[in-house]
Nanobody, 121 residues
């Protein structure tokens, strides 16, 4: 089993930045990829980006590419989602997920509790 704990959400003005963290514990050796998804009210859970656990390669959704950055220090169990140039359309609950397969769909084995990000003036 893997446990994921997120932190870092909040309220930010348009054009601002936030950084989310996701810390994994438990059987972290089983993780192949950690991904971020977001879900706005009444909408589906959408892929934001992912990082491969062993090589730190990243992949992003087109909607956040060049604005969001996922990173992880080597051998550490925390990954970060740095969000810049935020717009109201980025408002959602953000979830981190981890699993043994690299996917852009929400078919991950383990999920964090979610953290609210609100972009508003």
């Amino acid at each position: 089993q893997v446990q994921l704990v997120e932190s870092g959400g909040g309220l930010v003005q348009p054009g601002g930045s936030l950084r989310l963290s996701c810390t994994a514990s438990g059987r972290t050796s089983s993780i192949v990829a950690m991904a971020w998804f977001r879900q706005a009210p009444g909408k589906e859970r959408d892929f934001v980006g992912l990082i491969t656990w062993r090589t730190n390669n990243t992949l992003y959704a087109n909607s956040v590419k060049d604005r969001f950055t996922i990173s992880r220090e080597n051998a550490k169990t925390t990954a970060y989602l740095q969000m810049d140039s935020l717009t109201p359309e980025d408002t959602a609950v953000y979830y981190c997920a981890a699993g043994a397969r690299l996917r852009t769909t929400p078919d991950y084995d383990y999920w964090g509790q979610g953290t609210q990000v609100t972009v508003s003036s």
